[in-house]
């Protein structure tokens, strides 16, 4: 047992506050046992010295030594009586007697040490004689009686070692009895430790086997409900990222729909569902069935305005509604049998109709209802249905189900955003074809007038350079087929008389209007 251990601390303060208990209980009863005891004491020596003065005085008037010694060897078998001292009329000591409490002793001078007794070990009275015939009374002297306590004080003692000692067992008693108890109360303290260690590193499946109806058994009730809330929650976040995972690859709509409508069936374990989005009439419309079905035909989809039905009133409120019974809920209508993504008399590929669950509604259906949201504004309703004993869907069943809800709009908002920048992007490319065609005919259309032009025409580029379109004639004009990329200066002035200055200036000339704009 580590002594920070609660077990230790409980023990000990139990084994301490029982100590202090009967540490004060066997306080109080020495308090009243020397009580008690000092009151006898004092009775018993009353009686004594009443004994003594009623016996002595006339055996002191007689001079009747023998009986005066008799008297003092009775009286001072008494084991509170150290010691039986008479004095004569003037003080001075006559006869006395000593006891140890087994052997008494006849004295014949008062000892030193009854001089220096304290006043309640010393009890001093007068010995009156009375005459009988007379009536006067004589004082013959005094009795002095030397008390002791010792014996009361060794019932004390033995008082004390007793309590002492029941003390001392009744806490190895109750150190065996509170061990028991209390780890018997602390037992399961440390399953439910071991069990929070196995949470933390992620191992929920472990039992808690505590059967108890007291406050560990209710906090072993709550440990259990606490464990499989973090199973639920921890199982819930790995279906979140294999759905964001899933929806992140999708870039086609209803597969996006067809993946959240399968993931929400298999958390909450319901058989049908359906998607509604709003069209461009603002209506709520069909647009994906789960299972998926193929409907054939001039069927037009179910459309729900924004309030109609329980998906209308869940577009609306742009909150979750669950009707864990549609026979018990006001809300849903019969003619609502379409919200569960069924189109009366409509044929799919497999031979089975898609109404085939309708009659079940009569049955009563569990309906959980579930809107797309994105800033405030609702694209859509999630719904799904299935058996009333089968669907499960609890409280923190609703922050999972509007967090796939928000992922599922971010990916029909990423797929529309393709859609539109893919539309965009053919648009441009059927452009840029037709703008290509134009230029390749404009191209042609020029190369055409080039080439039966009976002019010498070409195009001067940066650097004096002779662009490779030029007239054809320009070969007849300078008798040589070496035009293209070659210097205009070289190919108009190489046979020229004209001067170096005037070519110069013709090449400058030429150089500032290249290039302009």
Not at 306 to 332: C, H, M, V, W
Request: include cysteine.
């Amino acid at each position: 047992m580590r002594l920070n251990s609660i077990s230790f601390k409980l023990i000990s303060s139990m084994l301490t506050i029982t100590t202090l208990i009967l540490c004060a209980l066997g306080f109080y009863d020495y308090n009243e046992s020397k009580k008690r005891l000092d009151t006898q004491l004092n009775y018993e020596t009353e009686l004594l010295l009443n004994r003594l003065k009623l016996n002595l005085p006339p055996a002191i008037w007689n001079i009747d030594d023998e009986y005066i010694i008799s008297v003092l060897g009775s009286e001072a078998k008494a084991i509170f009586i150290r010691g039986i001292y008479i004095e004569d009329e003037k003080g001075r000591f006559s006869v006395g007697i000593s006891s140890d409490g087994a052997e008494s002793e006849m004295l014949e001078e008062l000892p030193e040490s009854v001089s220096n007794l304290a006043a309640n070990e010393l009890v001093k009275d007068k010995l009156v004689y009375l005459e009988r015939d007379s009536g006067d009374e004589y004082t013959v002297g005094n009795v002095l009686l030397n008390v002791s306590d010792a014996a009361n004080v060794a019932l004390l003692n033995a008082e004390v070692t007793r309590q002492a000692i029941q003390v001392a067992a009744l806490n190895v008693i109750l150190l065996i009895l509170f061990s028991v108890v209390i780890n018997r109360m602390t037992k399961p303290l440390g399953t439910l430790k071991d069990l929070a260690s196995s949470i933390a590193l992620g191992n929920y499946d472990l039992d808690i086997n505590i059967k108890r109806s007291d406050e560990i058994g209710e906090l072993s009730d709550s440990f259990t409900t606490m464990k499989e809330g973090i199973k639920k929650k921890v199982q819930d976040l790995r279906d979140l990222n294999v759905i964001s995972e899933e929806l992140a690859v999708c870039s086609v709509q209803t597969v996006a729909l067809e993946k959240t409508l399968h993931a929400l069936s298999i958390h909450s374990n319901v058989q049908c569902g359906s998607v509604y989005l709003y069209n461009q009439n603002e209506s709520l419309e069909l647009e994906c069935f789960y299972p998926p079905k193929v409907i054939e035909g001039d069927v037009q989809p179910r459309t729900f305005e924004n309030g109609e039905g329980i998906i209308g009133q869940a577009s609306a409120k742009r909150e979750i509604i669950y009707i864990p019974n549609t026979l018990t809920d006001e809300r849903f209508v019969n003619d609502d049998s379409a919200i569960l993504g069924q189109v009366d008399d409509a044929e799919v590929k497999d031979g089975a109709e898609v109404n085939d669950d309708v009659d079940d509604s009569a049955k009563g259906k569990a309906i959980i209802c579930i809107p797309l949201v994105d800033n405030n504004i609702s694209l859509g309703v999630l719904n799904l249905s299935g058996k009333v004993d089968e669907v499960q869907f609890v409280e923190t069943d609703y922050e999972f189900a509007e967090t796939i809800s928000r992922q599922l709009v971010t990916t029909i908002k990423n797929i529309r955003m393709r859609e539109v920048i893919e539309e965009q992007n053919r648009n441009l490319e059927a452009k840029v074809q037709e703008r290509t065609t134009e230029l390749r005919q404009k191209n042609h259309d020029i190369a055409s007038m080039m080439e039966n032009m009976h002019q010498g025409l070409f195009t001067i580029t940066l650097g004096g350079m002779i662009h490779q379109e030029y007239a054809a004639f320009l070969e007849e004009i300078f008798d040589t087929k070496r035009i293209a990329e070659r210097n205009f200066a070289d190919l108009l002035f190489s046979h020229s008389l004209a001067g170096s200055d005037a070519v110069d200036q013709n090449i400058t000339a030429v150089d500032a209007i290249v290039g302009e704009d």
